[in-house]
């Protein structure tokens, strides 16, 4: 992936390559769209497997905790998050 | 089962309206069928994942699959086979897929379900020093996941059980979804069986010296053991006046069902075939049929020496010297040993048979064992003159045995 590509196009790249989400492009999922229930229908299970994807493309850790609805309602919200994350000097320990 | 339970149920008629399937000859019924008559069986080198470390390279893989659309993402390749097969079963039935509501059940069997993912997801778990691996791949790794995958894809609300008993599995669930319709728990039920092979299967039967290193030939002089398999078969069984209201074609009557167990070995059958024997002549005897009645045996055949040996003396001990003249075939010579589900695989292909009045051939190579005494079908399809009544047999490990007996639809 591009690095100059914004956080949330590399984020809607992971969620079609990485949760198999075939016949769907990046580009066509909007911002804004819930990832959960309505929306782009997510379950429980491509949470766990979106953390672990955003983990490895981010090189961060994410706490269960964190995983809640703030963060992980929309690509806007958890791009917002994994840029905040990424900015905080209490990551740089936890890169690997 | 008592005899009054037995009186009450020859009123209840339990039909077959729909078969599905999903083999080493592809993705659907037909594709099973034609490489079944064409007697050149599909157990070739297996690709699927290395198996160089072992005594056999071969194994009858279902090739890839057509589209299946997003559920199939994260589903198991036991799951998808499962899927596949209820869609086709349904469609043939002429019944809508969701929501099938309360009236309908699911009764499967499976081996090993979701546990080629559950081996893939470990071995990347193992692998990463960050101990990261796809969660999802473990999303379908209980047994019963191929039965509650085709409840969910159909919403089927009725009971959703799940048969693991070696290779009777798949029969096995056929017999609860005939006791359950009934006892008119249930209107319509999906029953059958998927399993996939998996590292654990593949490894094991090796480490048993189960395996030919040839594609099997059951009841061969020369037959050296099993050859593997995988894949699913559905059947849609009904009773018949539910089928009449709706105005289904019918395409065979299961008769009967029976379960015994050897309570022998946790891997050798009894060498007389005393438990398949008795499986046998319990299933005859609740489908109200005699074995003089029976036109040909769709019978475990594995292709082990042991096997084949004791399933044949049962034979002769079920049918006396009619044994040295009834047709005997056994898919598994041709798609190979599919553990949990072959019981639900050989069922609908015994359908098939009846159907089409003609019993498929097993390849030819390998002359018969005449210590066994069997008139087997090599090379060609069979026809029948008389197509009226069949007998699919399995005989697993740990000594489990079932039998299944149906009727041509018309002479019910």
């Given amino acids: 992936m591009p690095n100059d590509a914004t956080t949330a196009q590399r984020i809607k790249q992971l969620l079609v390559e990485k949760l198999h989400l075939d016949g769907l492009a990046p580009e066509n999922i909007d911002d804004q769209m819930p990832l959960f229930g309505e929306g782009l229908g997510l379950d429980s299970v491509d949470a766990l497997e979106l953390v672990v994807a955003l983990e490895k493309e981010f090189q961060l850790r994410i706490q269960s905790h964190e995983v809640g609805r703030e963060a992980f309602g929309s690509v806007a919200t958890l791009a917002a998050y994994v840029d905040g994350r990424l900015q905080t000097a209490d990551d740089a320990h936890v890169r690997s | 089962m008592c005899g009054a339970e037995r009186a009450d149920h020859a009123s209840l008629d339990i039909v077959v309206t729909g078969l599905g399937a999903v083999t080493a000859y592809g993705w659907g019924v037909e594709s099973l069928w034609s490489g079944l008559r064409g007697g050149t069986g599909a157990i070739a080198r297996f690709e699927r994942f290395d198996a160089t470390r072992h005594r056999t390279r071969l194994a009858a893989e279902v090739p890839t699959s057509p589209e299946e659309g997003r559920f199939a993402r994260r589903a198991s390749f036991a799951d998808r086979f499962a899927v ?181 070995h946790m891997t050798t059958p009894q060498p007389e075939g005393q438990g398949a024997a008795a499986a046998m002549r319990l299933a005859l005897e609740d489908a109200g049929v005699e074995p003089a009645e ?80 069997l008139d087997l079908v090599l090379g060609r399809p069979r026809r029948l003159q008389r197509a009226v009544c069949a007998l699919s047999t399995n005989l697993a490990f740990g000594g489990a045995n079932a039998a299944l007996v149906f009727r041509r639809a018309e002479a019910a």
Wanted: a neutral charge; charged letters at 20%; one cysteine or more.
């Fill in chain 2, 84 to 264: 596949a097969s209820a869609r086709e079963a349904l469609a043939m039935a002429g019944l809508p897929g969701a929501p099938a509501g309360p009236s309908t059940g699911i009764f499967f069997g499976s081996s090993t379900g979701g546990m080629l993912e559950s081996e893939r997801f470990y071995e990347r778990f193992l692998r990463d020093p960050r101990r990261r691996a796809r969660p999802g791949l473990l999303a379908s790794q209980q047994l019963n996941g191929p039965g509650d995958a085709v409840a969910r894809e159909i919403a089927a609300e009725g009971p959703s059980e799940t048969v693991s008993s070696a290779c009777a599995s798949g029969a096995m669930a056929i017999g609860a979804a005939l006791r359950a319709l009934r006892r008119r728990e249930v209107d319509v039920a999906l029953a059958g069986g998927s399993d996939a092979l998996c590292q654990l299967t593949y490894a094991g039967f090796n480490a048993l010296r189960s395996v030919d290193d040839r594609p099997s030939r059951p009841f061969r002089a020369d037959r050296a053991g099993l050859s593997l398999g995988e894949g699913a078969g559905v059947l849609v069984l009904e009773t018949r006046a539910h089928a009449a209201r709706r105005g289904a074609r019918v395409l065979a009557t299961l008769a009967g069902e029976a379960a015994t167990c050897d309570a022998y």
């Fill in chain 2, 294 to 373: 029976v036109d040909f045996v769709n019978a475990h055949g594995t292709g082990t020496p042991l096997n084949d040996a004791a399933e044949a003396a049962a034979l002769h001990a079920v049918f006396g010297d009619r044994a040295l003249t009834i047709p005997v075939t056994s898919t598994k010579a041709s798609i190979g040993h599919l553990l949990g589900s072959a019981g639900a695989v050989e069922a609908l292909v015994t359908v098939l048979c009846l159907l089409r009045r003609e019993v498929h051939p097993m390849p030819s190579a390998g002359e018969p064992d005449a210590g066994l005494a």
